[in-house]
């Protein structure tokens, strides 16, 4: 009897049933890595595609969604934002604006996008430019690879893409201090021709001042010098360098200082804190590779499987928004542990 019955569960999976087992899966996780940055608004995204019937609005909704599923974020309907917008007749014109709004709404940080291209036909395609505004003005800017463990063995389990994106943010804010400052010809005028700027004047790219060496600076990631603390005996004179702390490096590694008991010193500036651009196209090999896993882990009775989201507009366009958060939030030590998740395949 029992060879019958192994017999007849062996020809069950060789036929092809193999609906009677579950199957194995690996659910990568995101989390708020940023307590001071818990509740955030986020307004109507601007339009500045060539696609005249896009509705900024409708992005918007989509990225509050995809953001108040992420553990440690509170969200603000995108409806009361736009009823703040009119009760302050603020149209969000630069990026002071973005800062007061945040204030009057009491949130932390208010959200503000663009859709730079989009085209609904298949295969769809979509270029989203998002920058947060902190509305206390002394938080400063996190760059990509700020959170991911750097120095440790896990430093190897880093995606590439990640690493790259570090590296060049680095390499930027160097370029800042770094860069030959040639004389201008003869005849031209001293003074720097203005910056290039969007049409709605903010959500182009901006370069910020670097403090100088005798300013205090806390930016969440780098802790500069007051003028209370003297350098070491091997720091530079150069002015242009920042001074190095006393007992620099420590023989025992990074060690992480203690809580200060007094607040850090305010340097404000009017930059985003984060900011993030990227496309994505129905075509990309990688892009469809994640909605795979994406509607894997969906409860979607609908027909059609995650194909059919690159048909349906409101689903493309959610699902853009949730890798937009992704890619911003896991390359600034957002990504928690996977989670092993036994699932039954669905009947096709």
Not at 8 to 35: F, H, R, V
Not at 72 to 81: D, I, L, N, R
Not at 135 to 147: R, S
Request: net charge neutral; hydrophobic share 35%.
């Amino acid at each position: 009897m029992r060879l019958r019955w192994l017999a007849l569960l062996s020809a069950l999976m060789l036929s092809g049933c193999g609906i009677l087992l579950p199957e194995l899966a690996y659910q990568p996780t995101l989390n708020n890595p940023y307590p001071e940055l818990a509740k955030v608004a986020i307004a109507p995204f601007f339009n500045l595609s060539t696609e005249p019937t896009l509705d900024g609005r409708k992005f918007a909704q989509a990225y509050f969604n995809e953001l108040q599923l992420t553990p440690g974020f509170e969200v603000v309907p995108v409806g009361a934002v736009e009823q703040a917008m009119r009760e302050t007749n603020n149209r969000l014109a630069g990026p002071e604006d973005a800062r007061r709004l945040a204030q009057y709404l009491q949130v932390d940080a208010l959200v503000i996008g663009a859709v730079t291209d989009y085209s609904p036909y298949y295969p769809p395609r979509c270029a989203m430019l998002v920058e947060w505004y902190a509305a206390n003005p002394g938080y400063h800017p996190i760059p990509p690879g700020y959170g991911l463990p750097w120095g440790t063995p896990e430093e190897q389990q880093i995606p590439g893409p990640l690493v790259f994106e570090a590296e060049m943010a680095l390499a930027k804010e160097q370029l800042k201090t770094q860069t030959p400052k040639c004389p201008a010809p003869s005849g031209d005028s001293d003074q720097k021709p203005p910056a290039p700027r969007t049409a709605h004047g903010f959500l182009g790219p901006r370069l910020q001042p670097i403090p100088t060496p005798g300013n205090a600076r806390t930016d969440g990631n780098v802790r500069r010098l007051s003028h209370e603390e003297p350098a070491s005996a091997s720091a530079t004179t150069d002015s242009t360098r920042p001074a190095l702390p006393r007992d620099w490096p420590d023989p025992r590694g990074f060690i992480p200082p203690p809580p200060s008991a007094q607040a850090s010193p305010c340097c404000p500036q009017n930059g985003p804190v984060m900011r993030h651009t990227q496309t994505y196209n129905g075509q990309d090999s990688r892009f469809t590779e994640a909605l795979s896993s994406y509607y894997f882990f969906q409860d979607d009775a609908r027909f059609g499987g995650w194909q059919n989201y690159l048909q349906r507009s409101d689903d493309f366009i959610r699902f853009c928004c949730h890798m937009h958060i992704w890619e911003m939030l896991s390359a600034r030590g957002g990504a928690g542990e996977s989670r092993v998740v036994w699932r039954w395949p669905r009947i096709r």
